[in-house]
């Protein structure tokens, strides 16, 4: 008999289990390049114990072409990598496997530079990790904060969940490119606490109606907001 295929959890690293890094010099945010630089955002490592109690593997999917841009070397990328597992873990959280794309079509690293079918939006990462955990897709949820997260969700047929500030900046695009995460939520904490309501089974299947009171969940939540119904325009509206 073959095994059971289970649910997972693909989450995206920067800017949904740590914070982005602000360089005042140039105005811009980016990855962080250093361990220094690797904050968690709060709440995410209790976000993964949640998840980890739901029994999903929750396994990290992140484009990180720094290296390929020369912008930190390989052994950077491994400390930032130890210092987001040994937090995750100090907070009672735990990942289960981190994979990452170090490609990037324009690399200054030849050896990076390809057009491959890892790098997000192409699903390449999901269906590695798929096949490695034993994983069903249809089942599992991509969470992350961009457009190309919600497209790998989207190729990889997982349930696709955006993290997003209460103003959609990206809604408008994702409505333009007909790419409709299933939901949108404000935080992973929110994204882990909407899991536990549609994998407990506290969503409505027809309407994935979910009593608020139910998702506050506990500890310190501000008061946020999240959708447990899919995504439609006049609920984007609402939140523009
Ligand atoms: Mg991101
Ligand atoms: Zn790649």
Same mark, same amino acid.
């Not at 735990?94 to 794309?101: E, F, I, P, R, T």
């Given at each position: 008999m073959p095994a059971q295929l289970k649910p997972a959890a693909f989450l995206d690293r920067d800017g949904v289990i740590n914070s982005y890094v602000y360089n005042p010099e140039f105005g811009t945010v980016d990855s962080p390049s250093h361990p220094d630089q690797f904050e968690l955002k709060p709440g995410a490592? @209790?976000?993964?114990?949640?998840? &980890? *109690?739901?029994?999903?593997?929750?396994?990290?999917?992140? &484009?990180?072409?720094?290296?390929? @841009? *020369? @912008?930190?070397?390989?052994?950077?990328l491994q400390s930032m990598t130890? @210092?987001?597992?040994?937090?995750?873990?100090?907070?009672?959280?735990?990942?289960?496997?981190?994979?990452?794309?170090?490609?990037?079509?324009?690399?200054?690293?030849?050896?990076?530079? *390809?057009?491959?079918?890892?790098?997000?939006?192409?699903?390449?990462?999901?269906?590695?990790?798929? *096949?490695?955990?034993?994983?069903d897709l249809g089942r599992s949820y991509m969470i992350g904060d961009a457009i190309t997260d919600i497209a790998a969700g989207n190729r990889a047929a997982t349930r696709t969940i955006l993290v997003s500030g209460r103003k959609c900046y990206l809604c408008e695009e994702l409505e333009r490119r007909q790419l409709r995460p299933d939901f949108v939520v404000e935080s992973l904490v929110r994204a882990a606490e909407l899991v536990r309501a549609l994998e407990q089974g506290d969503c409505v299947d027809n309407g994935l109606a979910c009593a608020p009171e139910e998702l506050a969940g506990d500890g310190p939540l501000a008061a946020g907001f999240y959708s447990c119904l899919p995504y439609v325009k006049s609920e984007l509206a609402e939140m523009l």
């Open positions: 490592a @209790k976000a993964i114990a949640m998840l &980890n *109690r739901l029994g999903l593997p929750v396994i990290v999917v992140s &484009n990180q072409p720094g290296v390929a @841009k *020369r @912008k930190f070397s390989v052994e950077l130890e @210092k987001m597992h040994a937090e995750i873990e100090a907070g009672g959280g735990k990942l289960d496997a981190v994979y990452y794309c170090l490609h990037h079509p324009q690399a200054a690293v030849a050896e990076y530079r *390809r057009q491959c079918y890892c790098r997000k939006p192409q699903p390449g990462l999901l269906f590695e990790a798929a *096949r490695d955990f034993g994983i």
